[in-house]
């Protein structure tokens, strides 16, 4: 019986282990993701910029003509 009881604690306490370290993970992979859509939005807001001072692009999207 006590056997099965430490058992018992050790996966339980494996489980919390494993939950926390997933929980950290998503953390870090959501404040990765948000990092690098903020810079990436920024380089897209930089070209498009640099595109329309030079005459190149319009600033006002043009739909396609079907």
């Known amino acids: 019986m ?3 009881l430490r058992k018992a604690k050790k ?3 494996s489980l919390v282990e494993y ?3 997933l929980a950290l993970i998503a953390i ?3 404040l ?3 990092a690098v859509g903020t810079k990436t939005a920024s380089t897209f807001d930089n070209i498009q910029s640099t ?3 030079q005459g190149i692009a319009a600033t ?3 739909s396609a003509s079907s």
Request: charged share 10%.
């Open 11 to 13: 996966s339980g306490q």
């Open 32 to 34: 990765v993701v948000k």
């Open 19 to 21: 939950g926390l370290v």
């Open 60 to 62: 006002v999207p043009v």
């Open 51 to 53: 595109m329309t001072s």
């Open 2 to 4: 006590r056997i099965q």
């Open 28 to 30: 870090v992979a959501i």
